[in-house]
């Protein structure tokens, strides 16, 4: 607690910097940036920690092929995923890279606590292992092609390896793990990852390979020479490095256990199996929740480079807008699902409920308010239940945004907002407020106050989706800065009359096809 607010401590996975960043970067930072915002102005003390995981065979092969060295091509990448964060408005507090010193020091204190406890030992292991991610498979998760090659469960080329390297006591965390699963219900989510991850460790547990001899692109194991380890055991202490293990006096130390780590599928054993029991080994705190969101689609197609159809972030940004771009792939993809996008399905999303039913309906009303109010807030007069009910449904955004977010189900959240906007519609619409300028003046004002107060509550909860238009939406409606928090939500930070209004503005473009072939 600081200042006596509740802690909220959130990552997202670090990414291989092997290339540039893609969309499913995007995605997960957009999302986890989106729960970030909103917890904070749910009044709580956040830590967001997003980075780039730059150890490991991957990256060493990736630099050899592009004739530079695994720093040089570490630090290339990990430059290009913080500047996509940055341009999608991305607020993390820290963007942490493996290669940072205290971060060696700090997993191999790890590694020793977790020796310590007599769960780590020397062996041979020999077995499948797949380069492309980073892991070791057990023969009856692989399957041999046609061509004699081998896939992992990922579809990723495996090979035969074999080495004298040290190992965890995975097996000696099964029950405990099971145990966790059924305790902690929503340890892991969605509920299909949790099912899939208990049968995983159902099925048995074997020890775990975490050390590697034939490269010294790691961070060196203590007292062993030669080994450095697993990328993952690097990779996933990156958590708890980030806010300060294992110094506990670390002020950032307070934000431990860590409230959600939000991953893709992909990597849900990780994070839901290895990292559980290394932290159960080594005495720490257990993080509360592991979230699984799901793939991102061009058109329902995996992207890929032979595919020709892997865009940039950056693009995708400049063809539509941050804002939009956010809105879209969070509205449309259901939080945990697959997903796709499109040129036509993201013009939709931003023509319908941006520029239309939001943008619009800020626009009339306030361009009435600007011509007929004298540019105030209206004084409202009494309310009629119409009015009442619109206000009501408004003021209930927050809870029900709230209960959509417990369950990460960051869709739900903006559909919730999203049908008080359609309601707002049907309301202005109805009350025709441009007829009562001259036969019921105060009763337009009334109309047009409720209308006003109704986006200034969707404003304050569009804001962690839609920072940027947000922040334009209520400094149209002159809301104090320090009055934008969730705490204004409804009766205690409603509109005062007689304030001044800036000239109204639009805030959410119509998106027209450009002369040149669009993105799609
Ligand atoms: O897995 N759609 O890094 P990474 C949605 N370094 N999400 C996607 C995606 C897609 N098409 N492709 C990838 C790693 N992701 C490790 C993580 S964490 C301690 C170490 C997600 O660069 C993926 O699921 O391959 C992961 O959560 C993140 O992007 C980084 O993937």
């Known amino acids: 607690m600081a200042a006596g607010r509740p802690t909220y401590y959130i990552t997202t996975a670090i990414s291989y ?34 980075g780039t995981d730059e150890h490991g065979l991957k990256m060493v092969q990736t630099a050899t092929r592009a004739g530079v060295t695994p720093r040089e091509l570490a630090d290339r990448n990990s430059a290009l995923f913080q500047a996509m964060c940055d341009g999608l408005s991305v607020s993390y507090d820290r963007f942490f890279r493996t290669t940072d010193p205290a971060h060696y020091a700090a997993c191999q204190e790890l590694w020793r606590r977790m020796r310590a406890n007599d769960d780590i030992y020397l062996g041979a292991y020999a077995g499948w292992y797949s380069v492309r991610d ?29 080495e004298q390297t040290w190992f965890f006591r995975l097996s000696k965390y099964q029950d405990r793990l099971l145990k966790l699963y059924e305790e902690q219900p929503d340890f892991v989510g969605p509920d299909s990852r949790r099912n899939e991850v208990a049968s995983f460790v159902r099925g048995g547990l074997q020890d775990l390979s975490i050390s590697r001899t034939t490269l010294d692109w790691g961070i060196p194991a203590p007292d062993a020479p030669g080994h450095v380890m697993y990328v993952w055991i690097d990779a996933l202490a990156n958590y708890i490095t980030g806010v300060g293990f294992p110094d506990e006096n670390n002020p950032k130390w307070r934000y431990w256990p860590a409230d ?3 991953i893709g599928k992909d990597i849900i054993r990780f994070h839901a199996v290895y990292w559980p029991a290394f932290l159960m080994s080594a005495g720490v705190a257990l993080p509360k929740r592991v979230f699984g969101h799901g793939f991102l689609f061009n058109k329902g197609e995996k992207m890929s480079k ?7 972030p950056a693009d995708l940004a400049a063809a539509y807008g941050v804002d939009q771009m956010r809105y879209f792939l969070l509205r449309e993809v259901s939080f945990g699902q697959d997903g796709s996008y499109s040129h036509e399905a993201i013009v939709n999303r931003i023509n319908a409920d941006l520029a239309n039913d939001l943008g619009n309906l800020a626009q009339r009303s306030l361009s009435m308010v600007a011509k007929n109010c004298d540019g105030k807030i209206p004084q409202p007069g009494g309310l009629t239940v119409e009015d009442a009910a619109m206000l009501a449904q408004a003021d209930a955004l927050g809870d029900k945004a709230r209960a959509a977010l417990d369950h990460f189900a960051l869709h739900t959240y903006l559909a919730e907002v999203w049908a008080v906007v359609a309601e707002a519609n049907r309301y202005f619409a109805a009350q025709e407020p441009w007829k009562l300028r001259k036969t019921e003046p105060d009763r337009m ?21 839609t920072p940027a238009a947000a922040e334009k939406l209520l400094d149209l409606l002159a809301v104090d800065p320090d009055r934008r928090s969730f705490a204004y939500l409804g009766q205690p930070g409603r509109l005062i009359e007689h304030t001044h209004l800036p000239a109204p503005a639009p805030v959410f473009p119509r998106y027209v096809e450009p002369e040149t072939e669009a993105v799609s």
């Open 306 to 312: 032979s595919l020709g159809n892997v865009i940039s």
């Open 17 to 50: 910097p092997n290339g540039a960043p893609h969309i499913g970067h995007a995605y997960e930072a957009i999302a986890t940036d989106a729960i970030a915002r909103f917890k904070r102005l749910d009044g709580h003390d956040v830590y967001f920690q997003t």
């Open 134 to 162: 980073e892991a070791f498979y057990d023969e009856s998760e692989t399957t041999l092609q046609g061509d004699g090659t081998r896939l992992g469960p990922q579809g990723t080329p495996v090979e035969w390896t074999e």
């Open 445 to 465: 004002a009334t109309v047009l106050y409720v209308t006003a107060e109704v986006i200034r509550n969707v404003a304050i909860m569009a804001q962690p989706v």
């Open 260 to 262: 959600a780590h939000i």
